[in-house]
């Protein structure tokens, strides 16, 4: 499994994440806090605060295409 802070502060910006996760076969979650979501539903996404970085949790270990492909929303 491979953790990593993104932001998702404006709705366009959850509209392209979702587009991105949903291409890969893997599970993939966010985590806010004590909320666990499925990283691929847009209401479960909207469901969360966004205004604070949340943490995207990847059920896999080679994923580095899917980290590569959501670089707009990493935070180092």
Not at 36 to 50: N, R, V
Not at 61 to 70: E, N, S, T, V
């Amino acid at each position: 499994m491979k953790s990593v802070k993104i932001s998702l502060g404006m709705a366009e910006s959850v509209k392209k994440f979702v587009n991105v996760v949903s291409k890969y076969p893997y599970d993939i979650d966010i985590r806010s806090g004590r909320f666990l979501i499925d990283a691929k539903s847009l209401l479960g996404i909207f469901s969360l605060d966004l205004s604070k970085p949340v943490v995207l949790e990847v059920h896999a270990d080679k994923c580095d295409d899917l980290i590569g492909d959501l670089k707009p929303f990493l935070i180092d």
